[in-house]
């Protein structure tokens, strides 16, 4: 203290003096309605404004959720980004932002849990409130389940990217799209064939993307796992978060004996998703972060089961 009354301290301006030396000006006269009723609405305005919109809404918003997963931990917080939208006729001038807010915030408030069943009902209060046809509502978060050693069985905590699109319309069926973006192991086929001893391996990223029958409901199988075991079960080997020495073992060795390409794993993870029976359309592509190259290695499939066609 004494060190500082030896200083020549400068004298400041107030701090209302200081906000006007930096461009704050005194409130102008209010001249326009602050009640509601005598506000002029014009997102309400009805005129022929050229064109039907496809979509309106906000998007990049954050807010805290539950999911819930067929594995462990089977009960989870997390943080959902949102986006929420409704198509407009070429009659409105624009939609009523605020809202969707208000919905979610209403859904927060009674615990809102991220599932199929609660975001079809969310959708169509969204479409009711919005006093529209349709609504659209797409969140993304991540999802953690627990990963055991293979020999040690030690756990911890793995996770992926989730996301979840469902589209309420009036006069047509529920659409509902999943997603999940994992990370495998791939070990190189052709440098095993062409090695004397060893091969390369690399980290996969693998991304699935699919259409679920509109009827797909939370009392089915949890989707996450669905496309989680898709993923891993086709790979050179599964990550782990904690490994120790006999579990490195089994894992490396376990990959030697399962060597992948990009291609190998997203005609193998097709032929898995082709086969559940609630997966109408996938999008399955694979991206390897090579461990010998500056360069990744890219592949991907598309396959609509309705018309046998990608």
């Not at 030396?21 to 050229?50: C, H, I, Y």
């Not at 539950?66 to 070429?90: H, M, N, W």
């Not at 699919?210 to 496309?227: C, H, R, Y």
């Amino acid at each position: 203290m004494q060190q500082i009354d030896t200083i020549s301290l400068k004298k400041l301006p107030s701090k209302e003096e200081r906000h006007r030396l930096f461009g704050s000006v005194p409130p102008g006269e209010k001249k326009k309605p602050t009640e509601k009723s005598k506000m002029a609405d014009l997102q309400n305005v009805k005129r022929d404004f050229l064109f039907d919109l496809d979509a309106v809404g906000v998007a990049n918003v954050k807010y805290p959720v539950r999911v819930l997963s067929g594995q462990t931990p089977y009960e989870q917080t997390t943080i959902g980004t949102f986006t929420f939208s409704s198509s407009i006729p070429a009659n409105s001038k624009g939609t009523n932002m605020s809202r969707f807010m208000e919905l979610l915030e209403q859904y927060y408030q009674g615990g809102f849990t991220i599932s199929i069943d609660e975001l079809k009902q969310f959708t169509k209060d969204l479409a009711n409130k919005l006093e529209q046809d349709d609504a659209s509502v797409s969140v993304s978060f991540p999802w953690f389940y627990e990963r055991e050693a293979p020999q040690t069985l030690a756990s911890g905590l793995n996770h992926a990217e989730a996301s979840v699109s469902v589209r309420y319309s009036k006069h047509e069926d529920y659409q509902i799209n999943v997603s999940l973006k994992v990370q495998i192991t791939t070990l190189c086929p052709c440098s095993k064939e062409i090695s004397e001893y060893s091969a390369h391996n690399q980290r996969g990223n693998v991304t699935i993307e699919t259409e679920l029958e509109s009827n797909f409901s939370n009392a089915d199988d949890d989707w996450k796992v669905l496309l989680l075991e898709a993923a891993e079960s086709n790979a050179s080997a599964r990550l782990h978060p904690i490994l120790k020495r006999p579990d490195e073992k089994m894992v490396t060795e376990q990959a030697y004996e399962n060597p992948r390409f990009v291609e190998d794993m997203v005609r193998l993870i097709a032929a898995d998703l082709y086969e559940l029976p609630s997966v109408l359309k996938f999008h399955v592509s694979c991206r390897n972060e090579e461990s010998i190259h500056m360069h990744d290695a890219i592949a991907s499939v598309t396959y609509d089961k309705r018309n046998g066609q990608g």
